[in-house]
């Protein structure tokens, strides 16, 4: 008989992190009524079409996430997405029926319920930001292309899949690493059906493996997703709240310095953008984008950027393969493309931790903070909120667009629980180049409280 990887799964979760799970019951109550007037529409794949959820009643909101630096799943996120769909059916299960210490007959409940899609109070989603290199940490396989045709660059948004084809090379070299040839079958199949849009190609891919591993796993795995800040920024108009964010933040000498008091930077140099222009000729990366914030008096002057070809990160498993942002260009954006914002007339790409404040979550779920992933950017997102909370930085958020400024409840996959590929180790293999998936289960499902980040 199969063993069943949702139970022991489960049973690992509940014994070693049940304090996430009061955690967020007892925030999940605690902001009752707070959220009554908000709207969010999240999206799911659904036999390869791309599917619209609204809500517009009173919810909870768990934030995990996916990257489209990759348009296959890897360990990780694998990982992230398994963590988020226990946390998330755990936490209702027991804000529905009180607190207590969890028995037999409630993990045959918990195990029936995760079976099913997620419902209840809190809604689990992913994040996937659409503004990164479309092959960012060297384990996209379609590399070649993408730098071929001059995309290397491009915000993941605005990649066009038309000339964009699976690597043979990076196939041969990586198979049983970072890719399979069951996914890379699966990606040209992808590919012939995108439609032009490289967003839609890699959620598509992602959700037919997520068909896949849910059966495995015993739980269905098919979580509602959000893309931002591009495709937000895209369907808004200039009173939009992402519009309204870099149109606050670049008010004046003062807006700008209290958001980088936020990310813990000097103005001395001031040659971090806060938003990132785009190139009149598609170049997007934040990596490859080199900037200068220029004042007169209290106004903000103008911002002048460059792009320059710019190497990126490489892989796990070979270090001097490095992928790259191909770019050359240069210009100037007076400010007050800035301070009365456009997104149509000066396309640009915000930090995370100012338009991740439009995300409706309520509680995130973070990747081995400790280990690989660093915590500067979650003490900038509880730092940013705090000042506007306090009034700075961005005003109006809650009065006019129902945003909570109250720091999300931060989790982690705890660092010493990471999967990783069972024979290479490393956390960015594809799930499909894992042919022993019953070892990552055995490894179980440890996360954690983030107390610090409050």
Known sequence: MSEDYCKFLLEDFLKTSFLTVKVLVEGAK?????????????????????????FSDERFYLRGSVEYTNPQLTVEEVQGIIGTKLLETCSN??????????????????????????????????????????????????????????????????????????????????????????????LREGLRN???????????????????????????????ALRMPLSTLQMENKDGVIHHIIA???HDYHAIEDAYTCMGRSMTKRTTLLTIPHSTKGFGSKRAARGKVHFEGNKLLDVTVKYKTTKLYPNAMDPEDIAVAE???????????????????TPSSPQFFLYSMASPEDAAVWHAVGSFAAPQLLQSCSAARRACKGGKLIKNLNEKYKIRLDV???FNLAPEGEWSHPIHRNIDASIGSVDDLPDLAHRGMKMEYLSAFK
């Not at 605690?30 to 609204?54: I, Y």
């Not at 299960?93 to 207590?100: P, Q, W």
């Not at 770019?327 to 007339?345: A, M, P, R």
């Open 30 to 54: 605690a902001s009752g009524g707070q959220n009554s007037n908000r709207k969010v529409t999240l999206f799911r794949f659904v036999n390869g079409k791309k599917v619209s959820f609204p």
């Open 93 to 186: 299960y027991f804000y529905e029926r009180g607190l207590h210490q969890p028995d037999c007959g409630d993990v045959s409940l918990l195990v029936e319920l995760l079976h099913k899609p997620s419902q209840g109070h809190i809604v689990p989603f992913l994040l996937n930001t659409d503004d990164v290199e479309a092959d960012r940490y060297s384990i996209n396989p379609l590399k070649q292309s993408i730098v071929a045709s001059g995309q290397s660059a491009f915000p993941a948004a605005n990649v066009k899949t038309d000339q964009l084809k699976v690597d043979e090379a990076y196939v041969k070299k990586y198979d049983g690493s970072l890719i399979s040839k069951v996914e890379a079958e699966i």
């Open 194 to 224: 995108s439609n032009g849009s490289y967003l839609d190609f890699s959620d598509s891919v992602k959700y037919q493996q997520l068909e896949d591993l849910s059966i495995f796993f015993g739980m269905d795995l098919s979580l509602y």
């Open 248 to 250: 606050e933040s670049h």
């Open 327 to 345: 770019c050359d260009d240069s210009f100037i954006v007076t400010g007050g493309k800035l301070v009365d914002y456009s997104f149509e007339e």
């Open 408 to 410: 999300p409840l931060q």
